[in-house]
């Protein structure tokens, strides 16, 4: 991840909290993981911040099959009632002076709602809250600044957001000397089929491919077998939201096993890729910029080369 230079020793410390895991890493990315005091439960990188004490929880199983899943969260969204929990005690015992949270999707992480509400139980803080709302790429630039100004970093958020936009515009220029742009179809979700909305469109493009469904800046949709089929696609590439590629890989013969899944162009051509939704495609913070060197990789394999093969994505070859 990339950090900014400066100690945070030279400014009042605050108490920060971060309930989704993308403001983890844009806190850490600021060069002030020290203040930290609390986290969510998804919350894991880097590495260091497992320590912290955990303030949110999710209120149903997070095993199964992808369909079950989705039922399980559905139901509870059908409800009216929230998918996760705030741990109000928690939070009233790090007293934060700052919680970060977001309003972008309900699902993902704990939403405004509930942080507001475990607030108004908090007797001893009251705690600025941060909401971030990133649907696109220029919002998570906007994102990285209110956590800077929130932090009384804005000068060295906007030197983070400035290395970030340079090393993602290198890219793409060496992308735009690729002789082929290839056609892509990027699934978000197995069980029911669901394409990359969001940011995913602009980092396909900005990698030198073709992006098939979803919109930037939108939600990620909802599709069908049927449209997948008839798009067609040059590359597929599979990277659900929340899985890591060990947990994706488990799921894939949901996919494999359908009858004229070998009669797709990607599976033909080997031309499937597996990919580490979790940690990169689906956190949109500073690691949006290692996702976007690993759809480079993919495809343009002659022209980029950094070395996530096998960490960030595998190739699948079992038809």
């Given at each position: 991840m990339s950090t900014t230079n400066g100690s945070s020793s030279k400014m009042p410390a605050k108490?920060?909290?971060?309930?989704?895991?993308?403001?983890?890493?844009?806190?850490?990315?600021?060069?002030?993981?020290?203040?930290?005091?609390?986290?969510?439960?998804?919350?894991?990188?880097?590495?260091?911040?497992?320590?912290?004490?955990?303030?949110?929880?999710v209120k149903f199983q997070t095993d199964g099959r992808s369909y079950e899943i989705d039922q399980r969260v559905k139901a509870i969204v059908e409800e009216g009632v929230s998918v996760y929990r705030v741990r109000s005690d928690v939070l009233n015992r790090l007293r934060p002076d700052v919680i970060i949270t977001q309003t972008q999707c309900e699902v993902?992480?704990?939403?405004?709602?509930?942080?507001?509400?475990?607030?108004?139980?908090?007797?001893?803080?009251?705690?600025q809250i941060v909401s971030l709302h990133p649907d696109c790429l220029a919002d998570v630039w906007e994102d990285i600044r209110r956590v800077g100004r929130a932090l009384g970093v804005a000068d060295r958020a906007e030197r983070l957001v400035q290395q970030l936009q340079a090393r993602m515009e290198a890219i793409a220029n060496e992308a735009k000397s690729a002789t082929k742009r290839r056609r892509a179809a990027c699934i978000e979700w197995i069980?029911?089929?669901?394409?990359?909305?969001?940011?995913?469109?602009?980092?396909?493009?900005?990698?030198?491919?073709?992006?098939?469904?979803?919109?930037?800046?939108?939600?990620?949709?909802?599709?069908?077998?049927?449209?997948l089929r008839r798009a067609d696609p040059d590359i597929l590439l599979i990277h659900p939201c929340g899985f890591d590629i060990a947990r994706t890989l488990e799921e894939m013969p949901v996919l494999t096993q359908r009858p004229d899944w070998g009669d797709l162009r990607a599976v033909q051509q080997k031309q499937v890729f597996v990919l580490d939704?979790?940690?990169?495609?689906?956190?949109?913070?500073?690691?949006?910029?290692?996702?976007l060197e690993i759809l480079a990789e993919i495809f343009h394999p002659s022209l980029f080369q950094f070395g996530h093969e096998g960490r960030g994505w595998v190739r699948f070859l079992s038809r």
């Open positions: 108490r920060v909290v971060t309930l989704i895991a993308s403001a983890t890493e844009i806190v850490c990315a600021l060069g002030l993981e020290d203040w930290l005091v609390g986290r969510s439960h998804e919350c894991d990188y880097p590495p260091s911040v497992q320590s912290l004490p955990v303030c949110t929880e993902c992480a704990v939403s405004l709602r509930d942080v507001e509400e475990a607030v108004c139980e908090l007797v001893e803080s009251r705690p069980d029911p089929l669901m394409a990359a909305g969001n940011w995913m469109p602009e980092l396909v493009e900005m990698a030198g491919g073709i992006h098939l469904f979803g919109e930037a800046g939108k939600h990620s949709p909802f599709m069908s077998w049927d449209e939704g979790n940690q990169y495609f689906n956190r949109p913070g500073p690691r949006l910029v290692e996702s």
